[in-house]
């Protein structure tokens, strides 16, 4: 094993990763808020956009780590997490037809 491969700089924090949760997880909090207390149009978009969120969020996160292990240099799990997310992708297509 090379010397920027060392198991302190790939299990590093990734900057940005934990605030933005965290900002996530407190829209998802208010916009399903909205959607239950809101009615008409803005309550089901705004419990649509809570959703997507917490959909997108696990998508974005395996992205953000696929792009952190490639920097690092562990090819292998960055072609995992593409996999992961290339399965998803597909399974996303084949449900829209």
């Keep these: 094993m090379n ?3 060392t ?4 299990d590093s924090p ?4 934990a605030p933005t949760l965290r900002l996530a ?6 916009a399903s808020l909205a959607g239950a207390i809101v009615g008409g149009g803005f309550g089901i978009f705004a419990a ?7 959909v ?3 998508l974005l996160r395996v992205a953000t780590v696929g792009v952190h292990w ?9 072609m995992t ?3 992961l997310l290339a399965v998803v992708g597909s399974g996303a297509i084949i449900a829209a037809l």
Excluded: Q, T
């Excluded at 990734?14 to 990763?17: D, L, P, R, S, T």
């Excluded at 997880?25 to 208010?30: N, P």
């Design 48 to 54: 649509g956009m809570s959703v997507a969120v917490i």
């Design 3 to 5: 010397d920027k491969n």
């Design 25 to 30: 997880s407190g829209f998802v909090l208010l």
């Design 70 to 78: 490639w920097l690092v240099g562990d090819k292998r799990f960055a």
């Design 7 to 10: 198991p302190a700089r790939l």
């Design 14 to 17: 990734i900057a940005g990763v």
């Design 56 to 58: 997108a969020i696990p």
């Design 81 to 83: 997490a593409a996999a």
